[in-house]
């Protein structure tokens, strides 16, 4: 797996659920914000290309932990514009968090909506890349999504306080799909 320079990530309880088709509707109500606030009118040139739902709350059947992955796909030109945008509507910018290709943002005022994590990148950022192949990867492969989940459940039980841990206990079944899918 790649490994990177960003901060360690915080202490928390993790918990893995069964999947369940709530999240993509979860999804759609993040997105139709998202939209208003970016704009995607296709008759008309908009800030975002794409709102992609990404991470295991995207696959069907997959286990995970019940937080939305978002990646908003723009043109490079037009990241900060789109940063600004965020803004505007309570996300607040993070930097790439040590993964170039990238913008992570955090938010307030978001109660109504499922915990999320809201990333920006340029179309062709190798990061948006990899988040697509992943996870279309596991819409077409129903035995990768069993591993998958049996690993993430028992990784959630071994570290439920932490993430780290958790993160590297998942990783050989990440890495060994990233390798089918030619991404080092």
């Known amino acids: 797996m790649k490994t990177s320079t960003k901060p ?11 999947y369940d088709q709530k999240w993509q509707q979860d999804f759609l109500d993040i997105k139709k914000e998202l939209v208003a606030a970016l704009g995607m009118v296709p008759e008309q040139r908009s800030l975002v290309l794409a709102i992609e739902h990404v991470g295991s709350t995207s696959v069907p059947g997959l286990s995970a932990k019940p937080i939305i992955d978002i990646d908003v796909v723009v043109r490079a030109g037009d990241v900060q514009a789109a940063i600004q945008a965020l803004a505007v509507i309570g996300y607040n910018h993070e930097g790439n968090l040590g993964i170039p290709g990238r ?7 978001k109660e109504h909506l499922r915990e ?6 340029p179309e062709d950022s190798p990061e948006l890349k990899r988040h697509l192949a992943f996870r279309d990867y596991l819409r077409t492969h129903p035995q990768a999504v069993e591993e998958y989940s049996r690993t993430k459940l028992e990784a959630a039980k071994l570290f439920p306080h932490d993430i780290d841990g958790y993160i590297n206990h998942k ?3 990440i890495e060994k799909i990233y390798k089918e899918l030619g991404i080092d």
């Open 103 to 109: 913008e992570a943002f955090g938010y307030s005022g």
């Open 8 to 18: 360690k990530m915080a202490i928390r309880n993790i918990v893995v659920l069964s």
């Open 116 to 121: 999320h994590h809201l990333y920006l990148c």
């Open 171 to 173: 990783s050989p079944v």
